[in-house]
T-cell receptor, first 114, second 113 residues
Framework: AQTVTQSQPEMSVQEAETVTLSCTYD???????LFWYKQPPSRQMILVIR??????QNATENRFSVNFQKAAKSFSLKISDSQLGDTAMYFC???????????FGQGTRLTINP | GAGVSQSPRYKVAKRGQDVALRCDPI?????LFWYQQALGQGPEFLTY????????KSGLPSDRFFAERPEGSVSTLKIQRTQQEDSAVYLC???????????FGQGTRLTVV
């Protein structure tokens, strides 16, 4: 069974700082996808960034980037120049190519302080 | 519509009552998912549809849970004889095709009293 582990239940940084959220996963599959989702108090899960396992290049979306280490089964999210609006729960998620369903970690509550 | 729409946003049910939760996916999206999110936890998969076909229902916790998508668009998650442990946020998501990211609705918060 696939599992996703987020070892940091909570993190807090000052505005404009850089923060890195950790995620590790366990799978025997070779073809899969990794995602980071943001969930603000409104409850809606918003996709932040996506990575295909077959791509060696780390995905980047504006201030958000990942460090994908396939051998170590690690998928961390870096947020640069953090903003107050980044305050939310962040979930790491995994999906195998055949299964279609997302397997989520327990989440990291990120607070950006002014 | 612009996004995935779920109704109602909040539902309070007495223990033993049946409930029905509705999901309107993004128009044209083939895939539709239901997830259950307990307080302080990550979402857990319940079931998956490709068009009208329910291809995976391995996450449904008991036979009291039933989902349908008869015309390949709107989906309904039904919970019969609700119990307190069913209290959670139920999230619906849709995707344009296989192996793509899912777009989530705002969820329905179900409280069973």
């Amino acid at each position: 069974a696939q599992t996703v582990t987020q070892s940091q239940p909570e993190m807090s940084v000052q505005e404009a700082e850089t923060v890195t959220l950790s995620c590790t996963y366990d799978t025997s599959e070779s073809n899969y996808y990794l995602f980071w989702y943001k969930q603000p108090p409104s409850r809606q899960m918003i996709l932040v960034i996506r990575q295909e396992a077959y791509k060696q290049q780390n995905a980047t979306e504006n201030r958000f980037s990942v460090n994908f280490q396939k051998a170590a089964k690690s998928f961390s999210l870096k947020i640069s120049d953090s903003q107050l609006g980044d305050t939310a729960m962040y979930f790491c998620a995994f999906m195998t190519q055949g299964a279609q369903k997302l397997v989520f970690g327990q989440g990291t509550r990120l607070t950006i302080n002014p | 519509g612009a996004g995935v729409s779920q109704s109602p946003r909040y539902k309070v049910a007495k223990r033993g009552q049946d409930v029905a939760l509705r999901c309107d996916p993004i128009s044209g999206h083939v895939s539709l998912f239901w997830y259950q999110q307990a307080l302080g936890q990550g979402p857990e998969f319940l079931t998956y549809f490709q068009n009208e076909a329910q291809l995976d229902k391995s996450g449904l916790p008991s036979d009291r849970f039933f989902a349908e998508r008869p015309e390949g668009s709107v989906s309904t998650l039904k919970i019969q004889r609700t119990q307190q442990e069913d209290s959670a946020v139920y999230l619906c998501a849709s995707g344009p095709r296989e192996n793509t990211e899912a777009f989530f609705g705002q969820g329905t918060r179900l409280t069973v009293v």
